[in-house]
């Protein structure tokens, strides 16, 4: 097996789970609820490309292909600061609606002025 043969695998990896991070990194730069959960599936996906290539890498990497996984890396960082900022941005929103809610606490009516309340017993 040559060189080449070995490495298609792997560059496939790499190539499969950056466009899914590219995916999710769109995604998050808008972060309404839907495009969460969407982002959630394309990082499973992500996850699942990247565990393939692990079990690809089991000898060092071409210098090509270890560029390759630096450039992957850097992207996965980028979409974990995005996808921690939205959870910060969510759970705040949470809270400041949270203490918006203002409950007015019903009173009970004393009776209008000037009338009375009679009790037989």
Do not use: W
């Not at 990194?25 to 969460?36: E, S």
């Not at 000898?59 to 292909?65: E, F, K, V, W």
């Amino acid at each position: 097996m040559n060189p080449t043969q070995s490495a298609e695998p792997s560059f496939r990896y790499i190539e499969d789970a950056g466009e899914v991070l590219d995916r999710a990194h769109t995604l998050l730069l808008n972060p309404t609820p839907q495009n969460l959960d969407i982002a959630c599936s394309a990082l499973a996906m992500a996850v699942n490309q990247i565990t393939g290539l692990q079990a690809v890498l089991a000898a060092r990497p071409s210098p090509d292909l270890a560029a390759r996984v630096i450039d992957l890396r850097k992207t996965i960082g980028l979409v974990s600061s995005l996808l921690e900022h939205a959870a910060a941005y969510h759970v705040n929103l949470i809270h400041c609606m949270m203490d918006a809610v203002v409950v007015p606490v019903p009173q009970a009516p004393c009776g209008a002025p000037g009338q009375r309340l009679f009790l037989e017993a």
